[in-house]
């Protein structure tokens, strides 16, 4: 299957700090990407959708000033967690589709596990 | 009412024996029926998907979906100790531009020797 990478794999940072996690397609172009969240025993929960070169689309209940969405290529797409706090501590995932396929398949990246001290 | 209602489990098997996951649903807009497998602390693993009702085979693995009874399932032949880990069904709705996903919370498997 088509591959995603995500990046760092896991990170913990300071009360109030930012931390920018990336997804990126490396075999294919995915003119959009979702981003999820996942907390402990829990499922993937949509967070946006982001689009190549245009706004990100936010789910309701979802800070877009807070978690910053940037699609600049059709490689990549980076979610930006702004003065992250304890509460923000989970699972992030990304996701693409490769148009080539149909749009019929969603692949994964390997998720970010975040931890705010 | 959650749009996709999944068992959490957890469900114990021993090695060998034919398990079922089983996921409903409430939306019928719905286009597509996934299931992802996830292993501790790493993203879901795209294991079969499906569009139609009916039974789709990939190995030890059976996908049924029943769309006027809003149901599917995912069937494990053979269960193994390596199949252990938790199951996501998914139902995907295409928008502009890739496959709009909501998820079941998952169910854990458990394969004993």
């Known amino acids: 299957g088509a591959v995603v990478s995500q990046h760092p794999s896991r990170v913990i940072c300071k009360s109030g700090t930012s931390v920018k996690i990336e997804c990126r397609s490396l075999?294919?172009?995915?003119?959009?990407m979702f981003w999820y969240r996942q907390f402990p025993k829990q499922s993937l929960m949509l967070m946006a959708t982001s689009n190549e070169g245009s706004k990100a689309t936010y789910e309701q209940g979802v800070e877009k000033d807070k978690f910053l969405i940037n699609h600049a290529s059709l490689t990549l797409s980076t979610l930006t967690v702004t003065s992250a706090h304890p509460e923000d501590s989970s699972f992030y995932i990304c996701?693409?589709?490769?148009?080539?396929?149909?749009?019929?398949?969603?692949?994964f990246g390997q998720g970010t596990r975040l931890t705010v001290v | 009412q959650k749009e996709v209602e999944q068992d959490p489990g957890p469900l114990s098997v021993p090695e060998g024996a034919i398990v079922s996951l089983n996921c409903t649903y409430s939306?019928?807009?719905?286009?597509?029926f996934m299931w992802y497998r996830q292993y501790s602390r790493k993203g879901p693993e795209l294991l079969m998907y499906t569009y139609s009702s009916g039974n789709k085979e990939d190995g030890r693995f059976t996908a049924q979906v029943d769309k006027s009874s809003k149901y599917i399932s995912l069937f494990i032949r053979d269960s193994q100790p390596s199949d252990s880990a938790t199951y996501l069904c998914a139902m995907g709705l295409l928008t502009g531009g890739g496959n709009k996903l909501t998820f079941g919370t998952g169910t854990q498997l458990k394969v004993e020797l």
């Open positions: 996701s693409a589709s490769d148009p080539h396929r149909g749009d019929t398949e969603a692949f």
């Open positions: 075999d294919f172009q995915a003119t959009t």
């Open positions: 939306n019928s807009a719905f286009q597509y």
